[in-house]
């Protein structure tokens, strides 16, 4: 199902599209990342996995990238696409349980909402970006700990805008009943592993949808059940 959003003046895509196994109530609003878009690979390869996980998702495009153009929106105004999509998707839909979150640039933007107290139930933050790559003196966590929604963040650990070690470090004082770190071994911040690992990035995406999956009955045991 394809949706015309408005935010603000202007609109944006959405899709939405319904659990591939059998809905169980949760409906997850999943950005994209400052170079993607709502129908790249990685997005539609998460968006796949989450439907087989029982999760209905919804895809859209950030206003920058509706227009064509490759510059990120400020901040505020990813903040306010996001809003309106969630808005839309509330009201299409009526989830039991409502997640926001996405790759990279767009979880960051959901996380910042979120710590706002905007109302969800719950962030799934996938290559979360700690800081600008080579730069890791440059934090982008300040606003985690005003976060109240339990949250599942995945990163790999060869990721250039999470080292590990400090992202270790801002979890480690955060509420460890709200934040869920999950490391995927010998991924990138693409989540694609070397042939020289043993592994596939299909696997690492069958490990997502593993740790997804716990996560969301540890903190929705009865929703959808």
Not at 61 to 66: D, I, T, V
Not at 90 to 112: D, F, H, K, N, Y
Not at 147 to 158: A, D, H, S
Not at 178 to 185: D, F, G, N, T
Request: aromatic share 6%; charged share 25%.
């Amino acid at each position: 199902m394809q949706w015309r959003i408005k935010v603000g003046a202007e609109e944006t895509a959405a899709v939405f599209e319904p659990a591939s196994t059998g809905s169980k109530g949760r409906l997850f609003v999943c950005a994209h990342g400052a170079g993607g878009h709502m129908g790249d690979r990685g997005m539609l390869a998460l968006s796949e996995l989450f439907g087989r996980c029982g999760t209905d998702v919804v895809r859209f495009n950030f206003l920058y990238r509706e227009k064509g153009s490759r510059t990120p929106d400020a901040m505020p105004r990813l903040e306010e696409c996001i809003s309106a999509v969630v808005s839309r998707a509330r009201q299409e839909t009526q989830p039991e349980v409502l997640l926001i979150g996405g790759r990279s640039m767009g979880g960051r933007a959901a996380s910042m909402l979120a710590a706002d107290g905007f109302p969800c139930d719950g962030l799934v933050l996938l290559a979360y970006p700690l800081h600008p790559a080579g730069q890791p003196e440059k934090l982008r966590a300040a606003h985690l700990a005003g976060i109240e929604v339990p949250v599942l963040c995945l990163n790999g650990t060869r990721d250039n805008l999470c080292t590990r070690e400090l992202m270790d470090k801002v979890v480690g004082g955060l509420s460890s009943k709200r934040w869920a770190m999950h490391w995927l071994e010998g991924a990138d911040h693409s989540f694609h592993v070397l042939k020289s690992s043993g592994r596939s990035d299909s696997d690492v995406l069958d490990e997502i949808g593993e740790a997804y999956r716990a996560w969301d009955s540890h903190h929705h045991p009865t929703v959808g059940r």
